[in-house]
């Protein structure tokens, strides 16, 4: 059973901002409302939309923890409200003062034309159950958060939350008044972490199963669309049909950095999923790191020009990652500081003929290595026919080694099996925006990629 029309709410992937890979838990306001500032100036027109503020939102001690080294506090009592939800940290949020919420931020994003969004972890803090505070019911019954918690599920890098039982009558009535309270600040966008694979329990991966359905339908209960977002991965292959059922996007990898060897292996993870896109559901392979990261890792004393550091993937490699998120349809969240992006990054993330295969609206898939050579992985999108009544198609070219490959592709010899091979082709160039005839041969450096419109 679908619990609502995830088609609606994300057509196509979502596009936006996300804080975690620059500022960890630490981001506060004023930084969000600055990357939501150059988003609406500099990237809106691209299709990029959504401001996502990542874990520890509530947490008023964020920036402390770095100084021992400690990412997430043990026992701490970040802040709630009289129902045991969390809200923003005043300190670090000053719209939300005085019971507001997120609501002045979210309308203020609204008003740059942009969405806005959240990360949640998973069920209900731990600390609202060991003092028993309460949670808000349909009928007004007097129950409290031990009622619904559940102390045996738990996250194994997290120590905020328990698990919400769902044989408690009143488990869905708690999710029912978090997502009410969320609807109400004008959320777009959730992102809920430790459920997508519940890593803590590796004989039971997917345990908060039945959580996933009561969180769907909450969104539903709410009465407004939101994307919801499953986290961290790798997703169950196996449960491909549960995520499609309950979730617009799901986690296909754990966090993804910028080391090639995470990059290297994406490939055998977007083969394994490349069934399983559009129709509102998107396999996410994670955030994009580039330009500058990891400011929120570093001591808050340390000098600031000190914190953080440049991208490691070289451009070829972040042309690659941005090619095959695109190709394979892939959520597109950027990781970093977006008022410190330099000219070359920009360019990238606008590039109107990259961004064009993303909202295709057919399932893209891997190629036999015969066409490219077994050192070239080959991806292929059929676009359809166009304004020129001849049938055009997406075609990526990745060498994925460490050696430069010869790449010889001829569009008018090469008939991907499905009928769609144009009767007079031509190969576009969609990084370098250039028309380079029916065939091409040239040598692709390693860990880059070639991305053609024929």
């Known amino acids: 059973m679908k619990y609502y029309d995830k088609n609606e709410v994300a057509p196509v992937p979502p596009m936006g901002w996300n804080s975690y890979d620059y500022y960890n838990t630490m981001?506060?306001?004023?930084?969000v409302r600055a990357n939501a500032e150059y988003m609406a100036k500099n990237l809106k027109k691209y299709g990029w939309e959504y401001v996502v503020i990542d874990i520890q939102w509530s947490d008023p001690a964020a920036g402390s923890r770095n100084k021992n080294g400690i990412q997430y506090i043990p026992f701490s009592c970040f802040c709630v409200d009289e129902y045991s939800r969390q809200i923003p940290a005043p300190n670090r949020f000053p719209s939300s003062a005085g019971g507001k919420g997120f609501k002045p931020l979210a309308d203020y994003i609204h008003s740059l034309g942009l969405k806005f969004g959240i990360h949640i972890m998973r069920g209900i803090p731990r600390f609202a159950a060991h003092d028993h505070m309460a949670i808000k019911t349909h009928d007004g019954s007097a129950v409290t958060a031990d009622m619904v918690a559940n102390p045996y599920s738990l996250s194994r890098w997290n120590p905020d939350m328990y698990g919400v039982d769902a044989n408690s009558p009143y488990a869905q009535d708690y999710y029912d008044s978090v997502f009410e309270l969320y609807a109400q600040w004008g959320v777009d966008f959730v992102k809920v972490d430790d459920i997508c694979n519940t890593n803590m329990?590796?004989?039971?991966?997917?345990?908060?199963?039945?959580?996933?359905?009561?969180i769907a339908t909450a969104?539903?209960?709410?009465?407004?669309?939101?994307v919801l977002s499953l986290s961290p991965g790798p997703a169950l292959i196996e449960k491909a049909h549960h995520y499609e059922n309950y979730a617009n996007m799901w986690r296909i990898t754990d966090d993804f950095w910028d080391d090639w060897k995470f990059l290297k292996a994406m490939f055998e993870r977007c083969e394994v999923w490349q069934k399983h896109t559009g129709n509102g559901n998107w396999p996410d392979c994670d955030m994009l790191p580039m330009n500058r990261l990891g400011w929120g890792w570093a001591d808050p004393d340390a000098p600031e020009e000190s914190k953080g550091w440049s991208c490691k993937f070289t451009k070829e490699e972040t042309r690659t990652m941005i090619t095959l998120w695109c190709i394979f349809r892939a959520p597109l969240m950027i990781g970093t500081d977006l008022p410190q992006l330099d000219d070359f990054n920009l360019s990238l993330l606008t590039n109107e003929e990259i961004i064009a295969m993303n909202k295709c609206p057919n399932q893209a898939r891997q190629l036999s290595p015969s066409l490219a050579g077994e050192k070239i992985v080959a991806w292929y999108n059929y676009i359809g026919p166009g304004e020129d009544?001849?049938?055009?198609?997406?075609?990526?070219?990745?060498?994925?080694?460490?050696?430069?490959?010869?790449?010889?592709?001829?569009?008018?010899?090469e008939d991907p099996d499905?009928?769609?091979?144009?009767?007079?082709?031509?190969?576009?160039?969609?990084?370098?925006?250039?028309?380079?005839g029916d065939s091409v041969k040239l040598v692709l450096p390693p860990h880059s990629c070639k991305a053609f419109r024929v």
């Not at 981001?27 to 930084?31: A, P």
Request: charged share 25%; glycine share 6%.
């Open 201 to 214: 329990y590796p004989q039971n991966p997917y345990s908060a199963e039945k959580e996933v359905e009561m």
């Open 389 to 413: 009544g001849q049938n055009h198609a997406y075609y990526a070219f990745f060498n994925i080694t460490d050696e430069d490959q010869t790449l010889t592709f001829n569009a008018k010899a």
């Open 418 to 436: 499905d009928g769609s091979a144009p009767a007079k082709p031509l190969i576009r160039d969609l990084w370098e925006h250039k028309d380079l």
């Open 219 to 226: 969104i539903q209960n709410s009465g407004r669309g939101m």
């Open 27 to 31: 981001v506060n306001e004023e930084q």
